[in-house]
């Protein structure tokens, strides 16, 4: 819950939620810092920054998700999003309104599982599109991350097992 409750909170309201969610609000935030900082994602971030500037890591972010949903299996997978639905269901009274109308998409179209599809990855990049304030809708984000697949998914087999290192170390403190 904490994990979506980050993006669509201001950092003082998220000590008005159970100490379980604020610990996911917490680890979100972990989560951010860490991928921000990290050296491999500074070299990802270099295949789209020609063409997206400063939104390059939310790109990369987007390409991430491709490859994790790819290292699970697709029963795994299917598994995993069903589960997030369902808590995210569960809370609903927890989420903000403009959450709560993304999680209906999200479950309708299965985002999650969908991660793991190329179209699916293109939809959630022609999102970040439409969500950027200062980037033409139609720039060809999509083609950059077919053209660059194995250096980005290089990237990523670098980078996630320190970020599970990571993850393992802030859950181990709560």
Do not use: C
């Amino acid at each position: 819950m904490g994990q979506f409750l980050e993006d669509f909170i201001p950092n003082r309201g998220r000590y008005s939620y159970p100490e379980k969610m604020q610990q996911g609000i917490t680890l979100h935030r972990e989560i951010d810092t860490f991928t921000d900082a990290h050296p491999e994602l500074h070299y990802a971030r270099k295949i789209f920054s020609p063409m997206v500037r400063l939104y390059s890591g939310a790109f990369v972010d987007v390409a991430l998700d491709y490859f994790l949903a790819n290292a699970l299996s697709e029963r795994e997978l299917k598994i995993h999003a069903e589960k997030v639905y369902q808590a995210l269901r569960v809370n609903e009274d927890f989420l903000p309104e403009k959450l709560l109308k993304m999680v209906d998409a999200m479950e309708k179209d299965n985002w999650l599982f969908n991660y793991r599809e190329d179209w699916g990855i293109k939809y959630s990049m022609q999102n970040v599109l439409n969500k950027a304030k200062y980037l033409d809708k139609s720039l060809g984000v999509y083609e950059v991350f077919l053209s660059n697949k194995p250096q980005l998914q290089r990237h990523f087999d670098v980078f996630f097992p320190d970020l599970l290192a990571h993850v393992k170390y802030v859950n181990s403190r709560f």
